[in-house]
Nanobody
Framework: QVQLVESGGGLVQAGDSLRLSCAAS????????MGWFRQAPGKEREFVAA??????????RFADSVKGRFTISSDNAKNTVYLQMNSLKPEDTAVYYC???????????????WGQGTQVTVSS
């Protein structure tokens, strides 16, 4: 069983940056695809970004809405994945969730384990 704990959310102004962290425990971190999703009030949860380590290379995926503004990275020594969010917009306001899954999750966006989420609010 994998446990995921997100942190780093908060209230920022449009144009600001924020870095979310997701600490994982209970599994082999380097073998998982790790993803970030978000859910805004009244909307369905949507994919944001994902990362997977394979053969010494990190592979990443991003939603079109965050390309060029968000980056995802992973520190295997700390079992932690990060989501660096730059040039934040009010429409980025949501609860952000971390997820872990099989390597194929990088493409399928189907994940097995989920964190509790962290709130990000961007004011205009």
């Amino acid at each position: 069983q994998v446990q995921l704990v997100e942190s780093g959310g908060g209230l920022v102004q449009a144009g600001d940056s924020l870095r979310l962290s997701c600490a994982a425990s209970g599994g082999t971190f380097s073998s998982y695809a790790m993803g970030w999703f978000r859910q805004a009030p009244g909307k369905e949860r949507e994919f944001v970004a994902a990362i997977r380590l394979s053969g010494g290379t990190y592979y990443t995926r991003f939603a079109d809405s965050v390309k060029g503004r968000f980056t995802i990275s992973s520190d295997n020594a700390k079992n932690t994945v990060y989501l660096q969010m730059n040039s934040l917009k009010p429409e980025d306001t949501a609860v952000y969730y971390c997820a872990a899954g099989q390597p194929g999750s990088l493409y399928s966006r189907l994940y097995d384990y989920w964190g509790q989420g962290t709130q990000v609010t961007v004011s205009s």
